[in-house]
């Protein structure tokens, strides 16, 4: 079964470098989403992503987050100046089609440790 | 605004027993879906099942139902025949129809299955 690729699985960065995470959606997938967790708490949106932009963000992701499709296959969000406060769980999920009600296809993973 | 709320941060089940996760939500949306994702220890997020604001049946994915009442709403997991491997986080989320892909989580349950 087809199934979201996220890399790494583990980061531990410095704070204040710049990290990136990569994630191969599904390949007949066209929406793209970053979410991520904090250690015990709920899942939150950061942003979508379709036709090469960003469709809706949420106030989590500030200036110093970005995501990009360098290529036909991959996913990337860039944080470029962490805190410690970005040490979470970041999933990548993609879905078929666009709407809210359409399931979403999350990958494993990177918890993104910072120090 | 859309809201989910899981009133039961833990669950006990005997093996082989039936259990039920509740979800209720708020939206003012009449097109939206509800999901219920599985989060073992390891992290990562499984998609179990997904039900539409205006499918007339319930769901049901092989051991996994979804009890949606509409007027209530309410969409409750029924897990049947429960085994050990379910033992983990379960998070109801809900989805717009008329937006692009945010999804809007719970705070989890935490399933734990005993022999």
């Known amino acids: 079964e087809p199934e979201v690729t996220q890399t790494p699985s583990h980061q531990v960065t410095q704070m204040g470098q710049e990290v990136i995470l990569r994630c191969v959606p599904i390949s007949n997938h066209l929406y793209f989403y970053w979410y991520r967790q904090i250690l015990g708490q709920k899942v939150e949106f950061l942003v979508s992503?379709?036709?090469?932009?960003?469709?809706?963000k949420s106030e989590i992701f500030d200036d110093q987050f970005s995501v990009e499709r360098p290529d036909g296959s991959n996913f990337t969000l860039k944080i470029r100046s962490t805190k410690l406060e970005d040490s979470a769980m970041y999933f990548c999920a993609s879905s078929e089609e666009g709407g809210g009600d359409q399931p979403q296809h999350f990958g494993d993973g990177t918890r993104l440790s910072i120090l | 605004a859309q809201k989910i709320t899981q009133t039961q941060p833990g669950m006990f089940v005997q093996e082989k027993e039936a259990v039920t996760l509740d979800c209720t939500y708020d939206?003012?949306?009449?097109?939206?879906?509800l999901f219920w994702y599985k989060q073992p220890s390891s992290g990562e997020m499984i998609f179990l099942i997904y039900?539409?604001?205006?499918?007339?049946q319930n769901a049901t994915e092989g051991r996994y139902s979804l009890n949606f009442q509409k007027a209530r709403k309410s969409a409750n997991l029924v897990i049947s025949a429960s085994q050990l491997g379910d033992s983990a986080m379960y998070f109801c989320?809900?989805?717009?129809?008329?937006?692009?892909?945010?999804?809007?989580f719970g705070r989890g349950t935490q399933l734990t299955v005993w022999p």
């Open positions: 992503f379709y036709n090469n932009e960003i469709s809706e």
């Open positions: 989320a809900i989805g717009r129809g008329s937006t692009l892909g945010r999804l809007y």
């Open positions: 939206t003012s949306d009449p097109s939206y879906g």
């Open positions: 039900q539409g604001s205006y499918d007339q």
